[in-house]
Antibody
C-alpha cells in the first residue's frame, strides 16, 4: 500500500509563503492525480487543488490565485505553495491520491501549519 | 460550487443500535453519461486523516465492515451504520468529486449514548 508523507515548516509568518511537500512512497506518482486538502476548525475540509504529472493543475477558485501545485516525478514528490498567507490559512494540510474525476482513496497523515508572527 | 449539507451535526446512538447520517448536495452528483454517482463517505478519528468508507455512493471500500452502508441518488444520500460499535465513534463526512472545486459536508459527530 502506497504511503504519503507531508512535510514542511510548522510555523509561517503572515504575508509569507507556505511551502509543503508530499512524498509518495512508491513509483505511482505518474499514474494518479494528487490533491491537497486542508482542514481548519472554522472551515472544515477544503479541497485546495490537484495535479496529474503531465497536465495543468486545477485549483480551488477560493484561493484566489495564491496557490501553486507541482509534481517532481524524479523525486516522487508533490509540492504545494501558498503565497501571502494569513491566520485563515492555519490548518492541517493533507495530500491524497485519486484517479481522474474519482474519490480520494489514500491520504497522508497531514501536517499542521500555523500562521503567526 | 456544489454545497454539501449533512444532518444532523451530531448524533448519539446506543451500542448495537442503528446510526443514520444524511447528506444533501445542492445539485446532482449523478453523471448521466456513465450513470455513476460521484459521492463518497469518510470517517475521521481524532488525530487521523479521513478514511474512505464508501465511494460511488454505495460501494464499500475494501476492509470496511459490512455494517457500513451507503445509499441514495441524485442529491440525497445516507450513511447507515447498522449496529454501532465503540470503534465507530468518529466524525463522518460526505464528499462530492463530481465537479471541481470538490467539496465536503461539514461533518457529523457520532458518539455513544
Amino acid at each position: 500500500q502506497v504511503q504519503l508523507q507531508e512535510s514542511g515548516p510548522g510555523l509561517v509568518k503572515p504575508s509569507e509563503t507556505l511551502s509543503l511537500t508530499c512524498n509518495v512512497s512508491d513509483d505511482s506518482i505518474n499514474r494518479y492525480y494528487w490533491s491537497w486538502i486542508r482542514q481548519s476548525p472554522g472551515k472544515g475540509l477544503e479541497w485546495i487543488g490537484n495535479i496529474f504529472y503531465s497536465a495543468s493543475p486545477n485549483y480551488n477558485p477560493s484561493l484566489k490565485g495564491r496557490v501553486t501545485i507541482s509534481v517532481d516525478t524524479s523525486k516522487n514528490q508533490v509540492s504545494l505553495k501558498l503565497i501571502s498567507v494569513t491566520a485563515a490559512d492555519t490548518a492541517v494540510y493533507y495530500c491524497a491520491r485519486h484517479w481522474a474525476k474519482n474519490y480520494m482513496d489514500v491520504w497522508g497523515n497531514g501536517t499542521t501549519v500555523t500562521v503567526s508572527s | 460550487d456544489i454545497v454539501m449539507t449533512q444532518s444532523p451535526d451530531s448524533l448519539a446512538v446506543s451500542l448495537g443500535e442503528r446510526a443514520t447520517i444524511n447528506c444533501k448536495s445542492s445539485q446532482t452528483v449523478l453523471y448521466s453519461y456513465n450513470n455513476k454517482t460521484y459521492l463518497a463517505w469518510y470517517q475521521q478519528k481524532p488525530g487521523q486523516p479521513p478514511k474512505l468508507l464508501i465511494y460511488w455512493a454505495s460501494s464499500r471500500q475494501s476492509g470496511v465492515p459490512d455494517r457500513f452502508r451507503g445509499s441514495g441518488s441524485g442529491t440525497d444520500f445516507t450513511l447507515t451504520i447498522s449496529s454501532l460499535q465503540a470503534e465507530d465513534v468518529a466524525v463522518y463526512y460526505c464528499h462530492q468529486y463530481f465537479l471541481p472545486p470538490y467539496t465536503f459536508g461539514q461533518g457529523t459527530t457520532l458518539e455513544i449514548k
